[in-house]
């Protein structure tokens, strides 16, 4: 799905990704899990094509075998959305306040072709999964927070996407509704569905819902391996700390 090879991410006289390798297979849930400014939402950006103007990104990221460091709009527009989606951590970055919700979810199936109706009926069928059934007239001002996550979820995944990435799909929300979200994203992804590569502080989270952990620290991708072998590494203990650290002062 995904082979990542010296993958770095440089800003003017600073090296925010250090050379980061790893790979991907169809239907894994692989978890990132790092201190604040390990460069997380740095790999994301740059496995997405999404990195800031002004920071350079070198090395390679196969996505099913394309390449996509450097590449421009023609190479993304068949692979976003339907190879790869992305779940931001604040669901207002994907959703438009003014269109309704399931105009917003029925909207990239139009664009495809596919019919008004359809579409529509799909865009239904999509929210209910998402636990959201009959709220496709509603403005996203007229949900919670939560449920705005999980219509941010409904259109990503409304492209059938082959990898989710979802960068700390649940800080932004409330811890009450957090667990809804997560099960939703744990009931969307894995062997013979999407993979994943979930972004989080939380190692709980990150063990619940993965295999395989990768442990970034200062750009450095540290530790690779399955979520015994990490979270039993003398090195997680840092990161143990500095979640525990974070979830405190939060
Ligand atoms: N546009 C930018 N220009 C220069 N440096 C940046 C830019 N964006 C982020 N950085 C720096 O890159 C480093 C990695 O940031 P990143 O956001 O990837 O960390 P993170 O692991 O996602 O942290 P957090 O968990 O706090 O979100 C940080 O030192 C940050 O200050």
Redesign the pocket.
Known sequence: MLRVHDLSVD?TG?R??DQVSFELAAGEQVGVV??????????V?ALLGLT?P??VVSGSVQVEGTEVVGAGPAVWHPLRGRATALVAQDPATALDPLTRVGRQVALPLRARGVGRREAARRADALLAEVGLPGTARRFPSQLSGGQRQRVALALALVGAPRLLVAD?PTSALDPTVQAGVLDLVDRVTGPGLAALLL?T?DLAVAARLCTRLLV?DA?RLVLDGPVADVLGDPLVADVVAASRALAVTR
């Open positions: 800003s600073r925010l990704l790092g201190s604040s400014g390990a460069g997380k939402s740095q790999l950006a800031a002004g920071l700390e972004v502080h970034l750009g």
